[in-house]
Structures are given as structure tokens and as C-alpha cells.
């Protein structure tokens, strides 16, 4: 995977957010994800939202890791 494929993902579940990804081992990313949507939402509601864009990467191992960063807009 490239980390272009990972923001594709992303984003189809956040079209507005400002997404970021980094990696280029194929399998370990880090992402910061940050959309209106996570007002009001505690880090870990922000994070699994996420982290469902990409389940089925992550099942099937293609995507091995992803680390997290969300945050809603200042």
C-alpha cells in the first residue's frame, strides 16, 4: 500500500477533513486525521471512527499498522 491509498480510504468516511499519511515500507503508517466531525468527541471515538475506513485493510493484512493522530479543527 502506498500512503496515498490509506488517505483514499480515509477519506471516503471524512471528505472534508485534512488527512495526512506517512510511511513508505508498504505496512507501517502514521496518519493525522483532523475534521469537524471529532468536536465533542473524546480521542478514542475519533480514532475508531477512523480506524473503521480502513477495517477491512487491516483484516485482510495489507495495511499492517496505522498510527493515529485526530483531532478536530482549533
Do not use: C, W, Y
Amino acid at each position: 500500500m502506498l500512503p496515498k491509498d490509506i488517505e483514499d480510504l480515509i477519506r471516503i468516511g471524512f471528505p472534508n477533513a485534512d488527512i495526512t499519511v506517512q510511511g513508505d515500507d508498504g505496512a507501517h503508517f502514521s496518519a493525522l486525521v483532523v475534521d469537524e466531525s471529532f468536536k465533542g468527541q473524546n480521542r478514542v471515538q475519533q480514532q475508531r471512527a477512523v480506524m473503521a475506513t480502513v477495517k477491512a485493510k487491516v483484516d485482510s493484512g495489507e495495511l499492517h499498522a496505522l498510527a493515529l493522530t485526530t483531532k478536530a479543527p482549533e
